[in-house]
């Protein structure tokens, strides 16, 4: 069996730009792979291809799950990467969406497939998305990085490159992938407060969204996104107030933010405390608003 299922064959698309997130370690609190859903969401996109789970994932890591389906009737859902067309209204380009769980085994096999679709549908350019956990307050503007194949596509970014080095994910491999097949590609990337890493994060997934828009030249109404961004910083705000540990470590960032230094790692509180606190507060506001 081709890894690469196709429902249809989608027809006419008008210089695509393909956009792909992955949700798992590329993905700190779901901003890159809610950045790409929401993109899906708003563009009323069509799934039209999916990649076969049984050569890409380790169903230990990445279990598959039961659920009942419209009949009534048990089924197993499998993990993977679906493909999507989107039709970009007064753009001058269409969509290609790629979202899913990233996979667990032979990366190279797996970017080498998405590069040869994205060359068969003419393509011309392709922007990963991700999200990583940082020492970023909540109440700043999100953090964003990023680089890309060539100095135009940097310049259009509007931002500083990436300096980092170390461990990457299946986008650092997509992206190095697209590359080297010299196809024009991006890469953006969020920064995410780690101390509030267990709550999906819309703030970062609007600021991706912004980013895509600008890079592409297609607009969608962020409208809903912009609420969800302004009550997760609300709701932030009350768990952080709720703790003078957790507040007085923020304050911190802030700080450092404003005078671009960086705050020491012994005056960090403990991640899993700062996840406890968080997350007992949103189960306190969950009781109170019943």
Known sequence: ????????????????????????????????????SFLASSLDARRFARIDS????????????VQFND??????????VEVFEASAPRAPRDLVLVQGVEPSLRWRAFSAHIVDLAEALGVQVVVSLGALLGDVPHTRP????????????MERLGMQGSTYEGP?????????????????????????????????????????????EGLIGVSVDVSELE?????????????????????AFVERLEQAAESDEEVSTDDVPSGDMLAREFQRFLRQRGHESK
């Open 227 to 247: 609420s969800a961004a302004a009550d997760y910083e609300r709701q932030v705000g009350l768990a952080v107030q709720s703790d003078p540990e957790i507040q």
């Open 54 to 65: 049984e050569e890409f994932y380790d169903f230990q890591a990445n279990r598959p799950s």
């Open 168 to 212: 990457t994910g299946i986008v650092g491999v997509l992206h190095n992938a697209c590359v080297q097949a010299g196809l024009p590609s991006a890469s953006l990337w969020a920064g995410v407060p780690h101390y509030v890493a267990a709550a999906a994060n819309p703030k970062a997934a609007l600021a991706l969204v912004r980013r895509v």
């Open 142 to 153: 999100v953090a964003m990085s990023g680089h890309a194949s060539d100095p135009s596509l």
């Open 71 to 80: 009949d009534n009737e048990r089924e197993i859902v499998w993990p993977t």
């Open 1 to 36: 069996m081709q890894p690469l299922i196709w429902d249809r064959r989608p027809d006419g698309l008008r210089a695509p730009a393909m956009v792909c997130a992955f949700q798992g370690w590329n993905d700190a609190g779901d901003a890159a792979s809610s950045a790409v």
